[in-house]
């Protein structure tokens, strides 16, 4: 990453914005439940544009751009490039940002079914047939994955970007937070089907804290290896229909990628 | 208001909180009268009753979470019953103690909120809570610190404040010891003194005049504040008539959703009516079961005392309906969820094991907690092997759309007749309007565009 969002000792304070697309606002909330954090960050930054919290919208440009959502109208895909070219730095933050969010099941279906089972006037309704994350759209400066993030890396995100360093935030497992948290393995010691192994670092490993696998809503890690994982899950008493999905659901799209990624790989 | 043909003019404003998507108003004027007020919701559809079909039943609460990151814990465990009563299965208890205690970290955090953080601003004069802060720091932190207790409560049961990960079919995955509970204690008495004082606080602002002279309605219980159960139960409008109940199975054939072409959201109807949900029919309802403190600080809120148990044939007097008086109803729910947490805490036993089995079967279920924002409502149907083949979910704004509609009109009415007729004037009233219900659909604010229509002598009335 080149320089801070804003030159030092330019004696302005950066200009940040919240925007939203198709998702549940969690991840926006996450900014909001940094309690302690939350008056210190105010104080650093102009909030320009964050409509969860404010009635005031600033508009562009921004320094830097938290994105929440997926794309799934035609008009969000063209908000979103509007976003962009108003941006210095973009980052997307959470599953449906990311990698298209649990919406993004419509890919695998028929999405006129979909209308049609909840909707009596579909034709009403303006809708993509994909939900799409940010990236498929418009460059991306940083993407911060979890279904919700995590609140200490948004801190970590925003800081850094701010300062102009790249953040800290880890490529590997769940496996190595679960012990450095000093949980006993799930799948190890209880035959607990666990995504874990193949799942991105990021929530402090909660689930096996709590004595239940891992069901990978931080999306996919930098190096998974779905086809040693899999049959453990079979092991453990998971069907086929129970491991597609296990793997499809808060990053359908992330984990499917790596699936098909393995099939290619198999090809003659 | 000339006489010649329809007028439109659209003012752009910013920032309806808690609205979904696009919010706009559509308002069609005629002279001095509102002929109609429709809020459009443009919530992209997500489709969520489309893809829970052919999904494992113990799968609701962890996706349906999703719909909402401001109330995933009324999302789960209204999931939770509609698939438990699908099943056959009672989740009783001190299980259904640690539900309850869950639900009150998330009434806590989430009501909270929309306090401090989304609705004061409105009677304090200030765009939001970060220039709120400058001049009401004290009562900004004492909010953040009250948010953070019920975060709390919800971190330890839950894992995580934001779709916690704890909650499955029939209980938990692990339930906590008691010495678990004790520093959660300590951290609510303090959040009690909190939230007395934003009693004290909110007790303070001006409040417009306002009526909501809908249906209200809301689970109730026999003995006990509804929250995650309860049956639902009409306080008609009117005040002549005594409440009535039905069992939660029979929902759908009371509540009925519609889909207007103006919305993307599905518009619900109680009886044909239309109806409120949320604290002020939560108050009216089962006020009188409030502890005596909540009803204190009720009474030193100037809400009065609740409506008492109806007797038979009797006419009741609902008490305050005004909208803009639900933020009092809303600190005193506050209080009440953080005494009402410290004394699951104070009799909590761990139970023998933290869920009891949810076998599947081939049935139909339904469900209902008390969201913060009112009665949420669940049904799935399941195949024999427990597949969902299908789901349905009403949402407690979907039921308030009418009632919010409904309030707008009085007020805009109200505004010109008073010869007001500025539009950015209308505009922040009709937001405030708004807020005083604290939408939810699966939240977020956009912009709300004012689109006026001017009609002359040739406008229909509509609806």
């Known amino acids: 990453m080149s320089g801070p969002v804003q030159p030092p000792n330019s004696g302005r304070r950066p200009r940040v914005g919240v925007f939203k697309f198709a998702s549940c606002d969690g991840c926006q909330l996450t900014l909001l439940d940094c309690e302690d954090d939350l008056l210190a960050i105010a104080e650093e930054i ?26 799934t109208t035609a008009e969000d895909a063209e908000r979103i490039r509007r976003i962009r070219a108003e941006s210095r730095r973009l980052v997307t933050i959470g599953a449906c940002a990311t990698a298209g969010g649990v919406q993004a099941l419509r890919n695998y279906a028929d999405v006129t079914d979909y209308l049609q089972t909840v909707y009596a006037r579909p034709d009403y309704i303006a809708t993509l047939a994909t939900s799409t994350p940010i990236s498929a759209h418009v460059p991306v400066d940083f993407e911060l994955r979890g279904c919700p993030i995590d609140r200490s890396q948004l801190l970590e995100v925003i800081t850094a970007f701010l300062a102009g360093r790249k953040p800290g935030v880890p490529n590997h497992s769940v496996c190595f937070s679960c012990k450095r948290r000093g949980t006993v393995c799930v799948t190890v010691a209880h035959g607990t089907p666990c995504l874990g192994p193949v799942t991105h670092a990021g929530c402090g490993a909660i689930c096996p804290a709590y004595g239940r696998g891992c069901y990978g809503c931080f999306g996919p ?12 899950m079979r092991r453990d008493g998971m069907s086929d229909e129970d491991v597609r999905r296990f793997l499809h659901t808060f990053n359908v799209t992330a984990f499917a990628a790596v699936e098909e990624a393995l099939e290619e790989e198999d090809l003659p | 208001m000339t006489e010649s043909a329809a007028v439109s003019r659209v003012l752009r404003i910013p920032a309806l909180t808690r609205v979904e998507g696009e919010a706009a108003l559509h308002l069609v004027i005629k002279g001095h009268t509102v002929i109609r007020a429709q809020l459009k919701i443009y919530e992209p559809p997500r489709f969520f009753e489309a893809f829970l079909r052919g999904r494992a039943h113990t799968e609701p609460p962890d996706i349906t979470s999703r719909i909402c990151g401001i109330c995933p814990v009324a999302y789960q465990l209204s999931a939770c019953r509609a698939v438990e ?6 989740v009783d208890g001190q299980l259904s103690a640690l539900r309850r205690l869950l639900y009150c970290g998330e009434w806590i955090e989430s009501q909270t909120l929309h306090i401090h ?76 003194e909190d939230a007395w004082d934003t009693v004290r606080w909110v007790s303070g602002f001006d409040f417009p005049d306002g009526e909501c002279d809908v249906d209200l309605f809301a689970l109730a219980e026999p003995d006990t ?26 929902f759908p054939d009371h509540v ?21 949900t949320g604290s002020l029919a939560r108050f009216a309802i089962s006020g009188h079961l409030l502890s005596p403190l909540a009803l204190q600080a009720a009474r030193e809120a100037g809400l009065g005392d609740p409506p008492l148990l109806p007797r038979a044939g009797a006419a009741l007097d609902r008490g305050s309906t005004n909208p803009y008086r639900s933020i009092l109803v809303r600190a005193v729910e506050v209080l009440y969820a953080v005494e009402e947490a410290l004394r699951i805490i104070d009799a909590y036993e761990p139970p023998p094991r933290p869920h009891v089995d949810v076998p599947p079967r081939a049935a139909v279920g339904h469900g209902a907690t008390e969201a913060p924002r009112g009665l949420l409502y669940h049904r799935y149907a399941l195949d024999s092997e427990g597949r969902i083949t299908e789901a349905c979910l009403v949402p407690p704004t979907a039921q308030n759309q009418g009632a919010i509609e ?18 950015s004037e209308l505009a922040r009233l009709c937001e405030r309007v708004i807020r005083n219900h604290d939408p939810c659909i699966s939240c977020s604010a956009h912009f709300l565009d004012l689109d006026i229509e001017r009609h002359g002598s040739q406008a229909k009335a509509a609806d």
Do not use: W
């Open chain 2, 406 to 423: 409904e309030d707008l009109r009085h007020a805009v009415q109200a505004e010109l007749a008073r010869g007001v007729v500025d539009e």
């Open chain 1, 221 to 232: 890690s930098g190096t998974t290896n779905l086809p040693a994982l899999v049959p453990l």
């Open chain 2, 256 to 276: 009925a959703e519609e889909q207007v072409p103006h919305s993307t959201a599905l518009h619900s109807r109680l009886d044909g009516r239309r109806h409120l």
């Open chain 1, 46 to 71: 102009e909030v320009a544009h964050f409509l969860e919290a404010s009635s005031d919208v600033g508009c562009g440009p921004y320094d830097l751009s938290l994105v929440e959502g997926s794309v």
């Open chain 2, 85 to 90: 009563d699908a099943c056959g299965a009672v």
């Open chain 2, 225 to 250: 504040y509804a929250i995650e159960s309860g049956v639902p139960t009409v306080f008609p409008a009117g005040g002549t008539r005594t409440l009535h109940s039905f069992p939660v199975h029979v």
């Open chain 2, 117 to 192: 953080l989304l609705h004061a601003p409105d009677f304090l004069g200030y765009d939001d809570v970060f220039r709120m802060s400058r001049a009401h720091v004290t009562h900004v932190q004492r909010g953040l610190r009250l948010k953070q207790a019920g975060n709390a409560v919800i971190e330890l049961l839950g894992g995580r404040a934001i779709h916690p990960v704890n909650v499955r079919l029939g209980g938990f995955h692990r339930t906590p010891a008691r010495s678990e509970l004790r520093p959660l204690a300590e951290r609510l008495r303090i959040a009690l």
